[in-house]
C-alpha cells in the first residue's frame, strides 16, 4: 500500500480507480519506421476510436444543448473520414516511411493551410476543426488522450495540475475525486472541484506516473491523504468513514424545504454558485433558493472559438427556465489571470491577476462583451435575471456599462426582441471598489462580494501560489471591514449585498456576516443545505 498526503480541498471519501491525466504533448516527434503495415494498422485504430468518441459526444451534446449544437461533431466525424485526409496520412506512412503521429500533424497542417486560404468564412472555419480531429487522434496515437470520453467509468482524475479549461471538459458523472500534485488550496480549479461536490487533494506528495493509472485507490478528503492499492484493514475503515459520511449528508436532507432564517426571523438568501448549465441538478437537488454566481466564462473555456449569441442565449434561457423564477444571477465573461483561452490571444503578463482580464477585456472589446449581452437581455424573459460585472474599480466603468446595456436593450426592441426585467450587480473584488462602495452603490441594485480575490488584493497575495498559502488568511481583520464597509454602504444606498466567495461557506463566519446584515450567501451547491442548518442555528 502507497499512502501520499496532500491538501483536501473538500471533504469526503472517494474509493475508485487512478486516471492518470496528462497534458497533450503539443510537439510531434518525426521517427522513421520500418513496419509500414503495422503503422497504418495502428494509425486506423486510432481513427476508429476517435471515430466513436466523436459520436458518442454528438449524441450527448444532441441530448444537453440541441441539434444545432451537435452538428460540429458530426463535421467532425466526416472531416475524419474524408478520403483527402486519409489519402494524405497513409502516403506519408507508406512512401515516406513517417510514424503516424507525424503523417496526421502534417497532413492537418497542409489541409488547415488550404481551408485558412480560402475566400468563403464557412470554409476559413473549417481550418480548427480539423486541428481539433488531429489533435484528438494524436492524442490517442501517443497514449495522452485525457478527454472525458476516454474514462471507461467514474475514477479518480491523477495530475500535475489542471487548468479551468481542462476540468470543464470532464463529464461530471465519472469524477469520483481529483488529486493534484500542484495547485493550490484557492485556485478555480478547486472552487470547481467544490462545485462538483467531490473529494479532493492538492499539492499532493504524487507524481502523476502511469504506472498508477487504472490501479484502486482511496481519497480521503478530511484526512488529506490517497491510499493507493489499499489493504484489507484500511479498505474496511475507509469503506465504515464513507458510510458514516453518506449518512450524515442523508440526515441534511431534512433541510430541504425549510426557510433559511435565524432564530430571530432574519431570512438570507441561500443561492448558489455554478459553471455550466448542468450544475442547474445539484442546485435543485440541493433545494437552494437560486443562483448567485453562473461563472458563464466556462461557455468560453468549453469552446474552440468565441461562442456565438445563439449558444450563449440557448444556455442562458435554459438556466432560468429550469430554475423557475427563482433568480439566477450570471457574471459576465471574467477570463484572464488563471483562466486563459487560447482564441482571445491574449498578452503574456507579468502578473496577469493584476493585468488584463473580466471587465477590462469586455470594455476593450466590445464585440464580444455586446455579443454576451445580447444573449443576456433575451433570455432575461424566460426568469428573474441578475446580471453581474467582475472586476470594477471606478464610477465610471459602471457608467459605461450601463450606456452599453442600454444602448444593447434599445437595439433588440428595434428588431422587436422581447427584452424582460433584469437587476445590474457588480462584483466587489478589489479593495478600490469596496473602499468607493458608497459611490457604486447608487448606480447598481447590488453588490455581491468575491472574497477569493477581495483577500488576494488587499493582502497582496496570489491566490495561484501554493507556496503562500500559509498566509493566506481569509479572516483577516482587513479583509472583513472591508466586507463590513461595502455591506453598510450598499444598504445606505438601497442596494443588497450578497457574498459569493469561497468565503461565504465559512460557517465559522455565518454569524458574524448576518450581524454584519449581509443578505445573500451563495456557496457550492453540495453547502447548501449544510449552511441552512447553519443559519437556522444562529
Request: charged share 30%; glycine share 6%.
Amino acid at each position: 500500500m502507497i499512502v501520499k498526503e496532500g491538501r483536501s480541498v473538500f471533504k469526503g471519501v472517494a474509493i475508485g480507480r487512478i486516471f492518470v491525466y496528462r497534458r497533450v504533448q503539443k510537439a510531434v516527434s518525426r521517427e522513421q519506421i520500418e513496419d509500414t503495415a503495422a503503422e497504418l494498422q495502428r494509425y486506423e485504430a486510432a481513427k476508429g476510436k476517435a471515430l466513436e468518441q466523436l459520436k458518442g459526444l454528438y449524441e450527448k451534446a444532441l441530448r444537453e444543448i440541441g441539434q444545432e449544437e451537435a452538428m460540429i461533431f458530426d463535421v467532425h466525424q466526416m472531416l475524419l473520414d474524408d478520403p483527402d485526409f486519409n489519402d494524405s496520412v497513409h502516403d506519408i506512412i507508406e512512401n515516406e516511411r513517417m510514424n503516424a503521429e507525424y503523417a496526421v500533424f502534417m497532413t492537418c497542417e497542409q489541409l488547415a493551410a488550404t481551408f485558412l486560404n480560402m475566400d468563403d468564412e464557412y470554409m476559413r472555419g473549417r481550418a480548427a476543426d480539423v486541428k481539433d480531429i488531429s489533435g484528438r487522434v494524436i492524442s490517442i496515437l501517443n497514449g495522452t488522450q485525457m478527454s472525458p470520453e476516454a474514462m471507461p467509468e467514474p475514477v479518480i482524475i491523477l495530475a500535475e495540475d489542471l487548468a479551468p479549461s481542462e476540468t470543464v471538459q470532464f463529464d461530471k458523472s465519472r469524477l469520483l475525486s481529483i488529486v493534484t500534485q500542484k495547485g493550490s488550496a484557492n485556485s478555480h480549479t478547486a472552487i470547481l472541484a467544490r462545485t462538483m461536490n467531490i473529494p479532493s487533494l492538492v499539492m499532493t506528495d504524487i507524481e502523476p506516473d502511469l504506472a498508477y493509472h487504472g490501479r484502486k485507490a482511496i481519497v480521503d478528503g478530511f484526512a488529506g491523504l490517497i491510499y493507493i492499492d489499499p489493504d484489507e484493514e484500511t479498505m474496511a475503515k475507509m469503506i465504515e468513514k464513507k458510510g458514516r459520511t453518506d449518512a450524515q449528508r442523508a440526515l441534511l436532507q431534512e433541510m430541504k424545504g425549510k426557510e433559511t432564517v435565524t432564530k430571530d426571523g432574519k431570512h438570507i438568501r441561500l443561492y448558489s454558485n455554478i459553471g455550466s448549465v448542468q450544475d442547474v441538478d445539484a442546485v435543485l437537488e440541493n433545494d437552494s433558493e437560486g443562483i448567485g454566481l453562473f461563472r458563464s466564462e466556462f461557455l468560453y473555456l468549453g469552446c474552440d472559438d468565441y461562442p456565438g449569441e445563439e449558444l450563449q442565449f440557448e444556455a442562458y434561457r435554459t438556466v432560468l427556465s429550469r430554475m423557475g423564477g427563482r433568480k439566477v444571477i450570471i457574471r459576465t465573461l471574467d477570463i484572464g489571470a488563471d483562466k486563459q483561452i487560447d482564441y482571445f490571444d491574449l498578452p503574456k503578463e507579468e502578473n496577469p491577476a493584476l493585468g488584463f482580464r473580466a471587465i477590462r477585456i469586455c470594455l476593450t472589446r466590445e464585440d464580444v462583451f455586446r455579443t454576451q449581452l445580447r444573449a443576456l437581455l433575451r433570455a432575461s424573459v424566460y426568469g428573474t435575471l441578475g446580471i453581474m460585472f467582475p472586476m470594477i474599480i471606478s464610477v465610471k466603468e459602471i457608467i459605461r456599462i450601463r450606456k452599453i446595456v442600454e444602448e444593447v436593450r434599445l437595439g433588440l426592441e428595434r428588431e422587436n426582441i422581447p427584452v424582460g426585467d433584469f437587476e445590474l450587480g457588480i462584483m466587489i473584488e478589489t479593495p478600490a471598489a469596496a473602499i468607493i462602495s458608497d459611490q457604486l452603490a447608487p448606480l447598481v441594485d447590488f453588490f455581491s462580494i468575491g472574497s477569493n480575490d477581495l483577500t488576494q488584493y488587499t493582502l497582496a497575495i496570489d491566490r495561484q501560489n501554493p507556496s503562500l498559502d500559509a498566509f493566506f488568511d481569509p479572516h483577516h481583520e482587513a479583509v472583513l471591514r472591508l466586507i463590513q464597509l461595502t455591506c453598510e454602504n450598499a444598504h445606505r444606498h438601497g442596494a443588497w449585498c450578497g457574498i459569493c466567495g469561497e468565503l461565504g461557506a465559512d460557517m465559522e463566519l455565518t454569524a458574524k456576516f448576518i450581524q454584519m446584515g449581509i443578505d445573500e450567501l451563495s456557496v457550492s451547491p453540495g453547502c447548501t443545505l449544510e449552511l441552512r442548518k447553519r443559519i437556522r442555528e444562529c
